[in-house]
């Protein structure tokens, strides 16, 4: 086949494919900001101590990534086979998703916009 083919390129874009666990949430009813805020707080620490920092942390988006953290740990566990002690928080991070556009009607026929923003949220662990 020759080098720019098709399947080829898929053979190789496949091949170099991440086989770390992780769990992403789409259209998540918080703004990648506000996200990013609880993520920091996480980042590169080992599940427990991620547990235990997002269930007394006061923002919603917490409870939010705490749910999703859950789903990456039951991801490896039962998909890789790999010990929920030694895991940790290798990647995690929040991209802005589509915004939903209202209208608040305001005095003398104005309209305010409000911006109901949204975020794709992604956590990846891997083994220490």
Same mark, same amino acid.
């Given at each position: 086949m020759a080098k720019g083919h098709r399947s080829q390129i %898929?053979?190789?874009r /496949? #091949? /170099?494919a991440d086989? !770390?666990? &992780?769990a992403k949430l789409s259209f998540a009813r918080v703004s990648s900001q506000k996200a990013c805020?609880? $993520?920091d #707080?996480?980042?590169g620490k080992d599940v427990q101590t991620a547990l235990g920092i997002l269930a007394y942390n006061p !923002?919603?988006?917490s409870t939010v990534i705490e749910k999703l $953290? %859950? &789903?990456a740990i039951a991801n490896a566990e039962n998909n890789n086979g790999?010990?929920?002690n030694k895991l940790y928080i290798a990647e995690c991070y929040a991209n802005n998703a589509p915004t939903m556009k209202r209208i608040q009607p305001r005095a003398q026929g104005r309209a305010y916009h409000i911006l109901k923003r949204m975020s794709h949220i992604t956590v990846v662990l891997d083994e220490r």
């Amino acid at each position: 086949m020759a080098k720019g083919h098709r399947s080829q390129i %898929k053979r190789e874009r /496949n #091949a /170099n494919a991440d086989t !770390r666990p &992780s769990a992403k949430l789409s259209f998540a009813r918080v703004s990648s900001q506000k996200a990013c805020f609880v $993520l920091d #707080a996480i980042r590169g620490k080992d599940v427990q101590t991620a547990l235990g920092i997002l269930a007394y942390n006061p !923002r919603y988006a917490s409870t939010v990534i705490e749910k999703l $953290l %859950k &789903s990456a740990i039951a991801n490896a566990e039962n998909n890789n086979g790999m010990d929920v002690n030694k895991l940790y928080i290798a990647e995690c991070y929040a991209n802005n998703a589509p915004t939903m556009k209202r209208i608040q009607p305001r005095a003398q026929g104005r309209a305010y916009h409000i911006l109901k923003r949204m975020s794709h949220i992604t956590v990846v662990l891997d083994e220490r």
